[in-house]
């Protein structure tokens, strides 16, 4: 069944999924309100231009600090050409198709709002390239997030014009004017104003920032998922996560990741067989399990804020200058004003940059817990197969380095996190004296949530590992105490063997001492996870199967990394989070 294109344009919101859905392929069209309004919007300015003998910004001066250079009526197009082939030149490698396509998505909307003075031919031009599946090529990095991302978006304008290079429909990079004559589509020529209103803007970094956003909150969504497992696995209790103790101190972020948390442990009969106080004697989780709600509830609310912002910023006019509504009803007042500061942006990212910076430390720490027996509560050390012979455990490394991965990436993801937008450097000759470097914490951001999801997926793995181990236990770890009788009893019993090995070893230096720990027995019906964490486990198993002896786990762990990335995990425990 086809699937009908995204509107864009005059009186239609552009939702951040919309953005998304594009980026990976959705055709867009513009509606018909906006195309007429273009045109009529475009005739006003023109002649207000022409008819008019004071200067007019982005129409017949130069830019940025040659403002007060006219250009001669002749040169005008020649101005927009010039501006974007020499703002094309930012460097590194070319960024991924769908970012492209998600700022070409914005930039699109936004001049369709009818306050940048462009022709609807300039429009269709961008929705052509979305809809025949050609791409610009967009080197990463050149933009410093003020007067928009120049450089990105002027890459994506000399394609317009039949420059530079693109990917074509197969994902191949080709010269434009290769591509557009294969896909018979005529370059754009353009006129007074229509390259710095196709480079003026922020869309690059809210490009990333958007599907950065989405990938988040899937990333989220298993954290809380990886939490609800280990919490099951290490024996924690639930009630940390309760409603009725999040209404004492009601977060948004606590509230709904608790919630999802509790679903997501409910009718686990491994909880439940330790409910009891007098079965496993524990009193309190570490916080790594018992403040995940308020940690991770943190990090849903940094999220949400920069859902917020971005959903302004994607049904925003963005460039420079704007026109805006003279008396009489023409839209010829040209005003300069900054829209096209991505301070706003910046700080969106930034709230990303920090909500996957906590939720790697607290992944992490759980995976430090795993690999120490002194604090696994009986899953052994490195979390050895318990089946192994003696001489085989004394060979296994089991699960011990995936948590020095899980430390290595975690530090990445800190590496990443510096905030760029606190250091501006001034540029064009001081005339943009603070800008917000957004679209390079924004290439950050998007680059590293791959570590993140390879963090996640280390402790899923380790979940999984430790479910199994605990399925093949007889017994669980119990700080339970003797009554006086039974340890009087008990006494006896260890001064008689005492005494036994004493005499039997009388030549030896080592004093014997004899030591009584009680375990607790459990069925084998008692040692299952809740139904959406068994689900899970078995999709986990698919890729990452059991370790019972030593191999390499590399290629298996970014299996198990890109179905987090995925979201695919999050379909075995979606009732959890629906709930």
């Not at 990303?352 to 009986?378: F, H, P, W």
Request: glycine share 6%.
């Amino acid at each position: 069944m086809s699937v009908s294109p995204i509107k864009i344009g005059t009186q239609q919101r552009l939702s951040l999924s919309a953005v998304v859905e594009v980026a990976r392929g959705r055709a867009v069209s513009l509606n018909p309100r906006s195309r007429k309004l273009l045109s009529q919007r475009r005739r006003q300015i023109v002649a207000h231009v022409h008819s008019h003998p004071e200067p007019a910004y982005g129409f017949n001066r130069g830019f940025g600090h040659n403002v007060d250079r006219a250009v001669a009526p002749q040169d005008l197009s020649e101005l927009q050409r010039n501006l974007i082939r020499s703002h094309s030149c930012a460097v590194g490698e070319c960024v991924s198709i769908e970012v492209v396509r998600g700022a070409m998505v914005l930039r699109a909307h936004s001049l369709a709002q009818g306050h940048s003075g462009v022709r609807p031919e300039v429009v269709d031009a961008l929705l052509t390239f979305l809809n025949r599946g050609i791409t610009p090529c967009v080197p990463a990095y050149g933009s410093v997030g003020a007067s928009g991302d120049l450089a990105p978006l002027s890459h994506i304008a000399l394609a317009l014009i039949g420059e530079g290079f693109v990917f074509d429909a197969t994902g191949k990079k080709v010269k434009a004017t290769r591509a557009l004559a294969r896909a018979k589509i005529k370059p754009l020529a353009l006129e007074m104003k229509e390259g710095l209103a196709l480079n003026n803007g922020m869309q690059f970094s809210t490009a990333l920032a958007i599907l950065s956003h989405a990938d988040m909150q899937k990333l989220l969504k298993t954290a809380a998922l990886a939490t609800a497992m280990t919490a099951q696995v290490m024996l924690a209790s639930d009630l940390p996560f309760a409603e009725e103790v999040h209404k004492l101190r009601p977060h948004p972020g606590a509230r709904a990741v608790s919630k999802w948390i509790w679903n997501l442990m409910q009718n686990s009969p491994m909880r439940e067989c330790h409910r009891n106080f007098d079965i496993d004697g524990e009193i309190q989780d570490p916080y790594n399990l018992r403040c995940a709600g308020q940690i991770l509830g943190t990090c849903h609310d940094l999220l949400e804020q920069a859902g917020a912002t971005l959903e302004i910023e994607a049904n925003s006019v963005t460039d420079n200058p704007l026109l805006l509504n003279e008396r009489g009803g023409s839209y010829t007042r040209i005003v300069s004003a900054g829209h096209f500061h991505g301070m706003p942006v910046a700080v969106a990212l930034y709230n990303l940059t920090q909500a996957m910076g906590i939720m790697a430390r607290l992944s992490n720490m759980r995976c430090v817990r795993y690999v120490d027996e002194n604090r696994n509560k009986g899953l052994g050390p490195d979390l050895v197969w318990p089946e192994l012979r003696t001489e085989e455990r004394a060979a296994s490394s089991a699960m011990m380095v995936p948590e020095y991965v899980s430390a290595a990436l975690t530090n990445a993801i800190w590496g990443a996190a510096m905030p760029s937008h606190l250091f501006s450097l001034s540029t064009d000759a001081g005339q943009e004296d603070h800008v917000s470097m957004a679209a390079g914490l924004g290439v950050r951001v998007y680059d590293t949530l791959p570590r993140l999801a390879e963090v996640l997926a280390i402790e899923l793995a380790f979940a999984a590992q430790a479910a199994a181990i605990r399925k093949i236990s007889d017994t669980l770890p119990t700080k339970h105490k003797l009554t006086a009788q039974q340890t009087a009893q008990v006494k006896k019993a260890q001064e008689s063997f005492t005494a036994a090995v004493r005499s039997a070893n009388k030549r030896s230096a080592f004093e014997p001492k004899v030591d009584i720990q009680l375990r607790y027995r459990w069925s084998k019906k008692d040692r299952a996870l809740s139904p959406p964490c068994e689900a899970v486990l078995r999709h986990i198993s698919k890729v990452f199967p059991i370790v019972k002896k030593d191999r390499s786990t590399s290629e298996q762990l970014r299996a198990l990394a890109d179905i987090v990335r995925s979201g695919t995990l999050l379909e075995h425990a979606r009732k959890a989070f629906a709930a």
